[in-house]
Structures are given as structure tokens and as C-alpha cells.
């Protein structure tokens, strides 16, 4: 075994975690809904399992940062340059396609070095071709990066000195998160975890130490048929949308009328943000999905959301 393939191992073995967490979160989630349909989303065997559910998804995005974050050991051709790493927020979860560049310390973008996109993990590798590394060999320069629209997010605070055959590791703490898609009216910081307890919430918040006054989000909305009818008994799932891992923010079923509510709070969805991007799944009494508007999202949502949702025929 040489010393490359040790890395891909430990991938393949955090890999077969990480599909028996997803197994073992679906049959959690499974449960929840067949209990909630039955007994109600507040019933104590429904709550067990939804917190089930949530605890899996906490382990199985461990798991993923742990492969993630491992180690690289890249190296340069003869006389090229390599700079790679990988950016991550400060909880250590990774940032995809954002842009890795260098700039001289005059602010100048170096295009001819070219640039790297993150992979699914964070990482990126920026590979400067002998010809263009010899012309930046023994001076210094500033990494930058930037997102989808070119905005700079993060510019390093000390610079980097390149050199012919060299590869350096430059690993980027983007901080809390990677800037919201669309600027929000709502407090942007997450307010403390201990809080009192909600006997409304589908989803209880952790036993309090001390009393704050909660923050709750409230979505209702109206289930229809293709033909405009109302459709009862139906489970309506409630998900914010995130970059890596979409959060169950909570369930109900619809009532006679096609009416469904349900309520959800700021620790019910991804550190650092401040509203969520709802979407919404309708499954039926067999479990079998209706309806997704995952292509639909409806992005920092406000303090109340009222939704219509349409199956189709």
C-alpha cells in the first residue's frame, strides 16, 4: 500500500458509515411520519422518533465533515506551482463552488495563474503551469475568495510566497457562514439555545437553564387536488434548504378542509442563518410523495408563511 491510497481507505470506511447513518435516519423518519398519521404529530411516540431522526442527521453531518476535513498531500510537477487546501465555515463544514484566486499586493487579480472552484468538500486546487509559475516565483501574493457573482468573501490576511516545485496547503475559515443569497430584515445572530419550552413546537427544544423569550417561525398553508379540491389526511413536511444538508423543520396533517400548521424556531434550522428556505414534501397515507417543490424554494422566509400547494394530476 503506498502512502496515497491510505487516505482513499479511510474515505471508503466513512463512506459505509455514512450510508448506514442515511439507512438509519430514513427509518427513523419513516416512523415518524407513520405515527404522526396515525396518533398525531404531538404524540409522545411521534416526538421520540422526529428527535431521532434529528439526532441521526446531527451524527451523519459529522461524519461527512470528518471525511471532508481529511488530510491532503498534494504535490507540484517539476516546476510548477500548487496551491491547494480547502475552504470551510468555522464549524468545519464545507463551502462548494465558491472561487480560489491569487492577487499581487497591489490588489491585482494574477488571471494568468488561473483560479479553482470547490469541490463538494471544500477543497480546491490551484495548479499555476511552469511557464506562468516562473514569472511569479519569489514573490509574495494574497489569496482570495469569491462567490458565484465575483464578490471577494474572504481575502487572506497575510500573503503567500510562491516558488518553482513547490505546493503549499492554504486552508480558508470563511467564519460563521458564506453570506445569505438575498439581504434579510431578521436579526442575523442566532439567539442562545436556553429557552423555555413550547408544548405547541412538533419538534421540543432542549430542557432550558435559562428562561429567553423564544423566536418562532409559523408556516399554514392549503393542500388542493389538480381538480382545486381540498385533500385531508395528507402529511406536509417542511424543510429548509441548505448548501449540503436540508433540515426537517417539522410535519402536520391536513385537516378536512386541506388545512395544515405547523411552527418551527431558529434552532431548528443551520447555524448562522437568519430566516430559513422553505420547501415542502406531501406524502400520502402509504408514504408515497405527491408532491416536491425542492426546485421551488421560497427563500428567507418571514416570521409567518402561508402556502398553497397543487398536486398534480
Excluded: W
Excluded at 105 to 110: E, K, S, Y
Excluded at 188 to 197: A, F, H, K, L, V
Excluded at 206 to 215: A, F, I, Y
Excluded at 307 to 312: A, I
Aim: proline residues 6%; hydrophobic residues 35%.
Amino acid at each position: 500500500m503506498t502512502h496515497n491510497d491510505k487516505p482513499k481507505h479511510g474515505d471508503d470506511a466513512l463512506e459505509r458509515l455514512g450510508d448506514l447513518q442515511r439507512l438509519g435516519q430514513a427509518l427513523f423518519e419513516r416512523e415518524a411520519g407513520r405515527l404522526a398519521r396515525k396518533h398525531g404529530v404531538d404524540d409522545p411516540r411521534a416526538q421520540r422518533f422526529i428527535r431521532a431522526a434529528r439526532g441521526s442527521q446531527q451524527t451523519l453531518t459529522a461524519l461527512e465533515v470528518s471525511r471532508d476535513a481529511r488530510p491532503q498531500n498534494l504535490r507540484a510537477e517539476q516546476d510548477e506551482t500548487v496551491v491547494y487546501g480547502r475552504v470551510s465555515t468555522s464549524d468545519r463544514r464545507s463551502v462548494a463552488n465558491v472561487e480560489v484566486m491569487i492577487e499581487d499586493t497591489g490588489g491585482r487579480v494574477q488571471r494568468a495563474a488561473g483560479s479553482s472552484s470547490t469541490d463538494a468538500g471544500g477543497r480546491y486546487s490551484l495548479r499555476i503551469q511552469p511557464a506562468v509559475a516562473a514569472k511569479l516565483a519569489g514573490k509574495e501574493y494574497i489569496l482570495t475568495v469569491r462567490n458565484s457573482r465575483g464578490d471577494v468573501i474572504y481575502r487572506a490576511a497575510s500573503t503567500l510566497k510562491l516558488e518553482l516545485s513547490q505546493a503549499l496547503q492554504v486552508d480558508v475559515d470563511l467564519g460563521q457562514r458564506v453570506p445569505p443569497r438575498r439581504p434579510s430584515t431578521q436579526p442575523r445572530s442566532r439567539p442562545p439555545i436556553e429557552e423555555p419550552e413550547q408544548p405547541e413546537q412538533p419538534i421540543r427544544p432542549v430542557r432550558p437553564t435559562k428562561p429567553v423569550e423564544p423566536v418562532v417561525f409559523k408556516v399554514s398553508g392549503l393542500v388542493l387536488s389538480s381538480e382545486r379540491k381540498p385533500v385531508s389526511g395528507v402529511l406536509v413536511r417542511i424543510y429548509d434548504k441548505d448548501r449540503q444538508y436540508d433540515d426537517l423543520l417539522g410535519a402536520a396533517l391536513t385537516n378536512r378542509k386541506g388545512e395544515f400548521s405547523a411552527r418551527y424556531r431558529f434552532q431548528d434550522f443551520s447555524e448562522g442563518e437568519a430566516t430559513a428556505d422553505l420547501f415542502f414534501v406531501v406524502l400520502d397515507a402509504d408514504e408515497q410523495e405527491l408532491l416536491s417543490t425542492a426546485d421551488q424554494v421560497r427563500f428567507n422566509a418571514d416570521r409567518e408563511t402561508i402556502v398553497t400547494l397543487t398536486l398534480p394530476s
